[in-house]
């Protein structure tokens, strides 16, 4: 899932998502342009990404983030941060966060479909 925020027909912010089996979801990008941060623009896009998780049964949020001042943007907004892989993608230390958005997973995630 993908939603984006246009100015004047620009495209200045987006996030995406990565649906994921069990009813997580994994939040691949959160970018805003430079001139439109500090605006809530990145707050609105994280509220309705969860609102969409939210309907398509979805439980749980996670990302990664290279980027130390990211970790305290995400903890304002729910988020933990749950571990570090050390010395990952071109040697920097890539934080693991997460945020459940529900006490227990959708019991739909757990029906057989026939």
Known sequence: MIL??????Q?????????????????????????????GIGLALLQEAEKWALKHFIHYLHLYTEMPNNIT?????????????KNSWFGEDENIMSKS??????????????
């Open 11 to 39: 495209l200045i912010a987006f996030i995406a998502l990565k649906k994921e089996d069990g009813g997580a979801a994994f939040i691949e990008w959160l970018a805003v342009t430079k001139t439109y941060r500090g605006k």
């Open 73 to 85: 943007y995400y903890k304002k907004r729910g988020f933990k941060l749950v571990g570090t892989h």
């Open 101 to 114: 958005l529900r006490d227990k997973p959708f019991e739909e995630i757990f029906e057989i479909k026939k």
């Open 4 to 9: 984006g925020c246009f100015s004047d027909s």
